[in-house]
């Protein structure tokens, strides 16, 4: 490989090392395993080829040098608005015999684990480190803006959440929007509205020594950003990251360009400069409220603007827990019901809502990685040395059958967590029978794990199920 420079003559500037074409081979390589210098690598021959404000040497692949008939394939280097320098292949001389055939503009392009074996995918974990939830001073955030979170037409392929998205999910798990007791099912919880517990919760999360997550995060979706960046101007900033915060709000709408939230003066709109990307399998925005995670930061020019925004299905304005689809909605409907009877009973319960993959050994002593849809946890009876019960709720939804078939492949593997109840939603006829015997199981499987006596418990059962149907 070359670099040439992009005028008539194409004057090779260097031959690129055998290490150099490999790093590039391997990071734009579809399928192909990066190296972690590769990205190092890159960087640099893109650096080359980009001087910031225009490209000055394209880069021309080698493996069709003896094939005289074609183009030899280059690509060059763009930037696009505040994104770092990637490779573009070059229309027409885009065929390679090489590696670079089935293009990438970076590994994390390979974020479809559609094709890895059931539970083997990279497993999805929090943000660790809360430094991580600012950008570097030079990169600026998401690679690609206006790319797609989750992949428009209702696909059912697997996709990696943007980092935006995996903060949103810190964010929220963290808050403990993903956990709901059968403590919290009185008025007791629902009294503090979900904007309290976030500010409760920013102002404890430290980013560094004198820098708390509340001093850089908003949850008022009317705030302009100019005001919200004069605030964030004036605060002791970590050196090499770039001054940004976050709006985190529950939208009554959302669309592609913009998140509404109503209130008593009428509707905020936020309207970030790329595209809204959406996680789970709600791609349509069809169904809200959703939760909506903004950057906020200053463009090239200085000028404060809403950058990007990431939206996933929530279940109500007043109880957000963040969810996949409003399939998920209807299941949790019904579980929250049941966590009212069991309580009845003396039975406590803490429902989950996974955000991110739990590890599991599997019999031949490997580890897999699965996310439940719901997981509802009994504690061992008291005195006991036993783990919690636990219960694996999966919705079915009118989805693809291939998503479908996916998700049972899955299902060997979460069983290693507990017991799997489906939950199959599809808004028929037969919809109502569906849930009462949802309802019906969940309430058995739950009163066995908290240990009530079965005798007891079959009587009572029907009795109290129904009482609490009318
Ligand atoms: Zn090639």
Redesign the pocket.
Known sequence: MRLIKTNEKNTVLRQLTTAEAESV?RYCGAGMKAEEKDAQVVAGILAEMHNGKEPRYWLE????DGDPSGPR?RMTARIYGDGPRHFVRIVGRDK??????AFRTDPSEDEDDAHAEPGKHRPLRPIRNSLDYLDKAHEAGGKRPSGQAGSGSGTSRRRRLPKLGRILYTLLEQAGFSTVSTNDLDAGKKSVSPWVRLKRFAVEEEVTEALTLGNMMTTEAWIKPGDFMAQVDKLQWPKGKKRMGYLLFVADGVSASAATKFTKVGPAVVSPASEIRIGGRDQNFANPPYWVLAVMDRDDSGIARVREAFAQHAFKMLEPVPLDSSYERHTLTSLLKVMEWVKKRGVTVTLKKPLFDSEVTLADGTTAHCRADFELEVPAPPGSMAAPGRLLIETMGADLQEYLEQKVATHSIMRRRGRIIEHVVRHDGEQADRDDRLRKRVFAALLELAGVPRQEQAGADDSEISKSEI
Do not use: E, F, Q
């Open positions: 081979r692949c080698d493996c069709l394939p390679h015999s090489c590696v670079l055939k």
